[in-house]
């Protein structure tokens, strides 16, 4: 069987995300999304599944980096409908909680419905991470924000659902493999560049795109890991590496930029609630 690497707990959103992509496989828990790259790296796992972005908070800042870092391919990717619980142990209620766990994503996705509360916010590696940890510690006049799902596993009551700032929240997950996807009917490819140092460089980058009429769908600048004060960018566009028009696109940019490195070339978005 297929077996699929996530980071968190069983429960995780993560797990989700693998399921609206996979459906029934093996799933593998990580601590870390660091450690969802190197166990698939290191072939322990045929996948990785792990948060790229959010319609809310914005971009997963370590899993780019580690996009970076890792000689791995985007192999899909799966969008997630993110409904937020808050949860306690039985007997709690919202007027009894003073201290709150979860993700730090998680946490700032419902940061309006946390800050009327006016409890303590204690960051954790994980969603479902921190519904397990206040029922194995026995933790009092505690909660934790995690979807509908982990209630279940933990046996914890709900307090209040939708806690999410704003109502329609996504988190756009990516599929990463050792191997490359399959060409498929409509894809997009996602790559990393740095530009060299002179004047009007990323301009002339983007214009190997823009020339040719291809959508770039993101571009987001990092700082680099290399040199204080530099950056290298990231894009994604509509179309795939074997495409004509992307290949003259990408032998172009090579040419213009001192870094490219193609991060894979995958089937378009699949979205799951």
């Known amino acids: 069987m297929t077996t699929v690497a996530f980071q968190g707990e069983r429960g995780a959103f993560s797990e ?16 870390s999304l660091r450690d969802v790259f190197g166990t698939v790296a290191e072939n322990r796992a045929d996948f990785g599944v792990v948060p790229v972005e959010n319609s809310q908070a914005g971009s997963i800042n370590e899993t780019y980096d580690l996009l970076l870092k ?11 409908e993110v409904n937020h619980c808050l949860m306690a142990p039985p007997g709690e209620s919202i ?7 979860s993700h730090p994503q998680a946490l700032a996705q419902c940061e309006e419905f946390l800050r009327k509360m006016g409890v303590e916010i204690v ?25 509908k799902r982990v209630s279940e596993i933990y046996q914890m009551q709900i307090l209040a659902e939708d806690i999410q700032t704003i109502p329609s929240n996504y988190t756009k997950f990516f599929v990463i493999s050792r191997e490359k996807a399959e ?34 769908t993101k571009l987001e600048s990092r700082p680099s890991k290399d040199k204080p004060w530099e950056y290298v960018f990231y894009v994604d566009l509509e179309g795939h590496v074997d495409d004509e028009v992307c290949a003259q696109a990408l032998k172009e940019l090579e040419d213009k930029t001192s870094f490219l490195k193609i991060l894979g070339s995958y089937p378009k978005n699949v979205e799951t609630a």
Do not use: H, W
Request: contains cysteine; aromatic residues 10%.
């Open 183 to 216: 060409y498929a009917e409509r894809n997009k490819t996602s790559l990393v560049f740095a530009t060299k140092n002179a004047s009007g460089a990323l301009y002339q980058c983007l214009g190997a795109f823009a020339t040719r009429g291809i959508n770039l």
């Open 16 to 31: 989700d995300a693998v399921q609206g992509f996979f459906g029934d496989v093996e799933l593998l828990p990580c601590r």
């Open 123 to 147: 960051p954790t590696y994980d969603t479902a991470g921190s519904a397990k940890l206040i029922k194995e510690k026995g933790l009092v006049n505690c909660a934790a924000v995690a979807s």
């Open 70 to 80: 890792y000689d791995l391919n985007i192999y899909g990717e799966v969008a997630l």
């Open 95 to 101: 007027s009894s909680i003073k201290t709150v766990y």
